[in-house]
């Protein structure tokens, strides 16, 4: 099930911004997809979902909002450095290293 959400804007915003009342609409929804995959609130499957496009196109569009497509916590990053550090550290104990 699915439901609708309206949002109201000036009848001239489209024109004001050079754009047709669709592609106006599908830009405002793809931005709040967008901000919402940046947020950490939806996986790009979701918002991808959302803004009506595929995955994969969704995720080059990201591109042009200036977010990038992988979206990790500063404590995952984190955890990723541990770990190839004690993998580095293990191979570098290795004989011949």
Same mark, same amino acid.
């Given at each position: 099930?699915?439901?609708?959400?309206?949002?109201?804007?000036?009848?001239?915003?489209?024109?004001?911004?050079?754009?047709?009342?669709?592609?106006?609409?599908?830009?405002? *929804?793809?931005?709040?997809?967008?901000? $919402?995959?940046?947020? /950490?609130?939806? =996986?790009?499957?979701?918002? #991808?979902?959302?803004?009506?496009?595929? *995955?994969?196109?969704?995720?080059?569009? $990201?591109?042009?909002? /200036?977010?990038? =497509?992988?979206?990790?916590? #500063?404590?995952?990053?984190?955890?990723?450095?541990?770990?190839?550090?004690?993998?580095?550290?293990?191979?570098?104990?290795?004989?011949?290293?």
């Amino acid at each position: 099930m699915s439901k609708i959400l309206t949002v109201e804007y000036p009848d001239m915003l489209p024109d004001s911004l050079h754009m047709s009342q669709d592609e106006f609409e599908h830009e405002a *929804r793809l931005s709040m997809a967008v901000k $919402l995959f940046e947020m /950490g609130k939806l =996986s790009s499957g979701q918002a #991808a979902k959302l803004a009506g496009i595929p *995955r994969i196109h969704f995720l080059y569009e $990201l591109g042009r909002f /200036g977010v990038s =497509s992988v979206q990790v916590t #500063a404590g995952e990053l984190e955890e990723d450095v541990a770990v190839a550090r004690r993998a580095y550290d293990r191979h570098q104990q290795q004989p011949g290293h």
